[in-house]
């Protein structure tokens, strides 16, 4: 470790960590459970499209979801089995809906899909090595689930300087990086190389909270002698692992409203997004499982697991001995920023990267809110420098234009003023609803807009096909008023559409009427079927020619 | 008492001809307020406002013709909407032009029982309904505004409108309950 | 140099027109509950207020004196005002029409404003020259401006906060407007006469 100079992010808070709750044990690997369950939407940007088909035998590993559209990556099977089902199954969200899921049964054997490893990809070219991270169903592991192959192009504007490895992991309860760092350093390390060169960046800065001295020190041995890389201890301050407010801190660089890291030349990965890139380009598996935090007051055996992606949540809080009957509430993510789970029938995704079994006394019930008193501690705390005073009057007052005048999407909802209000007032839940509403009037406008063209459309169909009505009509009485000069040239070409109508009709019925099928190899019985009904055919009808004279002379 | 009068005389017909040229000079084509208008609204073309479509009614409330509480698939925030950009006050939906629907919903055909007569096509605003003379007819869900105007027609009444359903995209959080504004309203009474 | 300063000084915060002199309270109360209404307002009657400053100031000095028809001096200068303000509405309807619209009749309005006949009136008062006349009707001007802006945006946040039940409204605005008008009597010590 290196002595630096040290920038800081303003505000934040620093709520009671309990971290050392779960650390006591090392990573615990899941037993193959019977079921899998994996939502198609498990990153921001397009859900994937599903590929198999139910009662299909995937392999593990196997690609079972295309991504669908560029936001997007891909799904793989967890495990060898047969797919059960595609259908609505509970997902964890905060809404505690169903959504789109592929269901599937193991089959006990666990047997790989061929993986084709990379070792070579220095000499591999950059945009391949983003599909190959792409089609590995790669997702920022941190928690937001932003699909990474579009943070490993470093964009054609500009050079990135800095590569940010987030090990920060700020929020309390959750140790499954500071893990990870502990026991697979290499991995990571081989992984940071690997974005590194697709990223063509100058440094790495590997960030790390001072409260995980192992996870420092187990890095700091495994970049020994790469001279790009650097460790970097952030003195404990949540929410120091937003993106941002990293970047602020390390850098001094502050990143402006609705722009990215990237604009300033610096790409933020988390680390253990850089041991899921190590597998897919070294080993060639595609993202299938993630270690995950189990812990709190819920569960006996607080701990971290490597869980498969698809995982039900039940047996997972099964194996470390939960839920207890102290469990209150079941919280995916941190205390901070997670949301309570509405079952634990649901699966665990690719973001998960908590399971928080909370009881009474680790949640505690904050009362009812009372009023706003403007103290102004939330304007100190937040990260984000907005006003979230303002922002919460806006949003109880339903006024989605000047809430968004005062910056609303900004807010990264880490909760640290609702952690610092005095009135317990659940300001981030007020964010979310206005969020949620102003994105609900955009597809209604949307809509809208749809409808009002159209509404134009038909109109402007209704008028035309009125115009020629009124035409058709017109000329109609045109002609029947200018029958008389124009009796005979009418008669004459009424009279070559008869004698063409004649001939045609003249030229199909000398053409067999039916053009027989499957007659290659008859047997002289269906032969002689054959020939007797169109005997009888021939017969039941009278000549052709006289037919069609006979169809003229009543006209 | 001459003076006076050929005075103010004189300088009214200055001032008369002076507005006389800006009437000419700034004189307004058209009126660029039914766009805005317009675009509040939402669109959906059921009529109920008594107006032939969302459009005639932002015309008519641009005109003064028509108040801005007559549009019952708006409900409130369209009127908020309105009275905001046209610096009124809000007022509570005009009843004669019907309820405020509670949730959104569009057409559905129960296919079995659809004769194939057309009726339902020609009264559709948006041109969502597909079918063909004797043919089974269905609605384009996505495409339906939820007018209701395809309801009346039907001969054999097969067109129920069902709640739009909400999913995990179009699934909104809820307003947290409001802080207790005046706690200590409890004590004094 | 300093004189005219001092006139703009004055009436921008010394002798505010809304809120020292009282004068063009109606709009003040009325079109102050959005900020981008209420600054349409100001920019439209500042311009009337210094055109019609100006105008009525012409008006008087080179037709009612030399004749002696002083006695029409108030019938003269309301329809020196009014034809500033038919003009006001012309230009705004052509190229501001949602402001026109949202103004609605506040800005016809303009011309009983009685801050407007008010500074026509005191110029003669006064015994301003014309450039003293056209920096009064200027400051008045901005000194409207100024407290009207303010004052809406006082009232938007008024809006979304939570005000007790029976001060909501006008009531509240009216509130507010007292404390501002209390505000700006501390200016009155700022020019030392």
């Known amino acids: 470790m290196s002595t630096r100079p040290l920038f800081s992010f303003f505000g934040g808070v620093h709520p009671p960590m309990h971290k050392d709750v779960s650390t006591g044990q090392p990573i615990d690997v899941m037993p193959l459970a019977e079921r899998y369950i994996l939502p ?63 269901v599937m049964t193991a089959d006990g054997a666990d047997e790989w899909t061929e993986c084709v490893a990379l070792p070579d990809y220095e000499n591999i070219n950059p945009s391949h090595l983003r599909n190959i991270v792409r089609e590995a169903g790669i997702v920022g592991l941190g928690g937001a689930g932003f699909p990474s192959f579009i943070k490993l192009n470093p964009g054609t504007h500009k050079k990135i300087d800095t590569l940010i490895m987030n090990g920060i992991e700020c929020e309390p309860y959750i140790t499954c990086d500071d893990m990870l760092m502990r026991e697979r350093a290499a991995e990571i390390v081989a992984g940071i190389r690997i974005i590194r060169h697709a990223l063509q960046a100058n440094r790495v800065l590997i960030a790390i909270e001072d409260n995980k001295p192992q996870a420092i ?73 993630r270690i995950i935090t189990v812990t709190g007051g819920g569960v006996a055996q607080p701990r971290n697991v490597e869980a498969r992606i698809g995982t039900v949540i039940e047996d997972i809080l099964a194996h470390c001995g939960g839920p207890t009957a102290e469990t209150r509430k079941l919280i995916m993510g941190g205390p901070m920023m997670g949301f309570a789970l509405h079952s634990d029938r649901a699966p665990v995704v690719k973001t998960t990267n908590c399971l928080l079994a909370a009881t009474a006394e680790e949640i505690p019930d904050r009362g ?95 008028e035309r096909e009125k115009a020629e009505r009124a035409a058709r009509h017109k000329k109609k009485r045109d002609e029947l008023h200018s029958e008389e000069p124009s009796a005979a040239p009418a008669t004459e070409t009424k009279k070559a559409a008869i004698l063409a109508a004649m001939e045609r009709a003249k030229k199909k019925k000398d053409a067999p009427r039916i053009t027989p099928a499957n007659t290659e190899a008859l047997t002289p019985q269906q032969q002689q079927m054959i020939e007797e009904v169109e005997q009888r055919r021939r017969q039941s009808r009278p000549n052709p020619e006289q037919q069609s004279a006979a169809s003229n002379g009543d006209k | 008492m001459l003076t006076a009068i050929l005075a103010l005389g004189a300088l009214a017909l200055v001032f008369g001809l002076l507005l006389g040229f800006a009437a000419v ?62 610096g009124r006050d809000p007022k509570p939906l005009n009843p004669e032009n019907g309820q405020e629907k509670v949730e959104k919903t569009v057409a559905i055909i129960r296919e079995d029982i659809c004769i194939g007569c057309t009726l339902c096509i020609q009264a559709c605003p948006v041109d969502a309904i597909l079918g063909a003379p004797k043919q089974m007819h269905t609605v384009i869900e996505k495409e339906c505004t939820g007018c209701e105007l395809c309801v009346a027609p039907c001969p054999v009444e097969c067109i129920d409108m069902i709640p739009v359903k909400e999913d995990i995209g179009s699934w909104k959080w809820k307003a947290p309950p409001a802080p207790a504004t005046r706690p200590r309203a409890e004590s004094d009474a | ?62 037709l ?48 009983t404003n009685c801050a407007v006949l008010g500074v026509a009136l005191l110029n003669i008062q006064e015994s301003h020259g014309f450039v003293e006349s056209l920096l009064y009707g200027f400051g008045a001007a901005v000194g409207f401006s100024m407290v009207m802006i303010l004052f809406a945006a006082m009232r938007e946040r008024i809006a979304a906060a939570d005000v007790p039940l029976a001060f909501r409204g006008p009531a509240i605005a009216l509130v507010t407007a007292g404390l501002m008008s209390m505000a700006f009597m501390g200016f009155s010590g700022l020019v030392r006469v």
Not at chain 1, 82 to 95: E, K, L
Not at chain 1, 234 to 239: A, H, L
Not at chain 2, 25 to 34: C, M, Q, S, T
């Open chain 1, 368 to 462: 009812p809110a009372l009023p706003c008193i403007r103290c102004g501690a939330c304007s100190d705390a937040c990260p984000a420098r907005l006003l979230p005073q303002q922002l919460f009057w806006y949003a109880q007052a339903k006024d989605l234009d000047k809430i968004q005048e005062y910056n609303l999407f900004d807010c990264i909802e880490c909760g640290c003023c609702a952690y610092v209000c005095p009135s317990n007032i659940p300001l981030v839940h007020y964010y979310r609803f206005a969020k949620t509403e102003i994105w609900a009037r955009e597809r209604e406008k949307e809509k809208a807009e749809l409808a009002r063209q159209r509404f134009d459309f038909r109109q402007t169909r209704l």
């Open chain 2, 25 to 86: 000079r700034f004189k307004v084509e058209g009126d660029p307020l039914v766009e805005k208008i317009d675009a509040l609204l939402p669109q959906t073309q059921c009529g109920q406002c008594g107006f032939p479509g969302c459009r005639p009614y932002a015309t008519a409330i641009a005109k003064g013709e028509a108040d801005i509480n007559q549009c019952p698939p708006g409900g409130q925030t369209t009127i908020v909407a309105l009275a905001d950009l046209l």
């Open chain 3, 64 to 111: 009612l004196v030399p004749l002696g028809l002083e006695f029409l001096r108030t019938m003269t200068f309301i329809l020196v005002i009014a034809v500033v303000v038919q003009f006001t509405e012309m230009v705004m309807h052509k190229h501001f029409p949602l402001l026109y619209n949202v103004l609605g009749i506040f800005l016809p309005l303009i011309t």
């Open chain 3, 1 to 62: 140099m300093k004189e005219y300063a001092l006139i703009l000084l004055s009436t921008v915060l010394v002798n505010n027109f809304v809120l020292v002199k009282f004068l063009g309270l109606c709009p003040f109360m009325g079109v102050s509950k959005k900020l981008e209404t209420a600054t349409g307002m100001s920019f439209a009657t500042t311009f009337v207020l210094t055109l019609s400053s100006a105008c009525s100031y012409l008006v008087n000095e080179y």
């Open chain 1, 40 to 102: 198609l939407h498990q990153n921001i940007g397009q859900p994937a499209k599903p590929v198999v088909s139910v009662g299909e035998r995937v392999l593990k590993g196997q690609r079972i979801g295309h991504a669908e559209g560029y936001v997007s990556v891909a799904l793989h099977a967890p495990t060898s089995g047969t797919i059960a089902d595609i259908g609505a199954y509970p997902v964890p969200h905060p809404s505690g809906l169903s959504d789109n899921c592929i």
């Open chain 1, 217 to 289: 020190k187990s890095i700091e041995e495994a970049i020994r002698g790469e001279s790009a890389m650097e460790v970097v201890a952030c003195p404990t301050r949540y929410p120091q692992g937003s993106e941002k407010q990293l970047v602020e801190a390390l850098t001094g660089k502050e990143i402006p409203s609705e722009a990215l890291p990237l604009h300033v030349g610096i790409v933020v990965h988390n680390v253990g997004t850089a041991a899921a890139v190590y597998r897919a380009i070294m080993l060639g598996e595609p993202l299938t499982s």
